[in-house]
């Protein structure tokens, strides 16, 4: 709950659009504690149990994406995001 809102941190929020697991509300309002800067992603078709490649989770949306798909959409978010990073 601690805000970095007024910080220059670089930020990125990945979520899946069937993710089911995640409170949208939370994180919807989490958004207000981050820096105006922060990056939100939405991988559609990505639930949360892919995210991490654990099995399927309760409560959890159906996925409309193959796991594969949905761990190379947020691989190229993040070398997307790292190599902004570098730009001058």
């Given at each position: 709950?601690?805000?970095?809102?007024?910080?220059?941190l670089?930020v990125?929020?990945?979520?899946?659009?069937?993710?089911?697991v995640?409170?949208?509300?939370?994180?919807?309002?989490?958004?207000?504690?981050?820096?105006?800067?922060?990056?939100?992603?939405a991988?559609?078709?990505?639930?949360?149990?892919?995210f991490?490649?654990?099995?399927?989770?309760?409560?959890?949306?159906?996925?409309?994406?193959?796991?594969?798909?949905?761990?190379?959409?947020?691989?190229?978010?993040?070398?997307?995001?790292l190599?902004?990073?570098?730009?001058?």
């Open positions: 709950g601690a805000s970095i809102a007024s910080t220059a670089p990125l929020s990945i979520a899946g659009t069937r993710d089911l995640v409170d949208r509300d939370n994180l919807e309002g989490s958004r207000a504690l981050l820096p105006s800067t922060a990056r939100f992603v991988i559609e078709g990505g639930n949360h149990a892919q991490g490649d654990y099995g399927p989770q309760k409560g959890d949306g159906e996925p409309g994406i193959t796991g594969a798909q949905q761990l190379a959409a947020a691989a190229e978010e993040i070398v997307r995001f190599d902004a990073l570098d730009a001058p």
